[in-house]
């Protein structure tokens, strides 16, 4: 299962990259560990407290920051990305 998962990541990623430019991919994979902290607080997984909304609250201003004027993005890449 996780081969047939790690496959589609694979995939997905060569589409995202066909139809974005490198940098916003770059910007968008660092979102990653937002959408992990977010989640497992969410199933449960990590307790929330002040240190976690901070790190979450930064990582999600960096990425913002870091794509604010990013005009030239193809909707399908970031579906594929995310």
């Known amino acids: 299962m996780i081969g047939v998962l790690a496959g589609i990541d694979i995939a997905l990623s060569n589409v995202a990259l066909s139809a974005m430019p490198v ?5 968008a994979k660092s979102s990653s560990a937002l959408w992990v902290m977010l989640f497992s607080t969410l199933l449960g997984i990590l307790r ?24 030239d993005v193809d909707p399908l890449g970031c579906v594929s990305r995310a």
């Open 48 to 71: 929330p407290s002040c240190a976690v909304a901070a790190a979450v609250l930064l990582v999600a201003v960096g990425v913002g920051a870091a794509s604010a004027g990013e005009t």
């Open 23 to 27: 940098h916003y991919l770059t910007i």
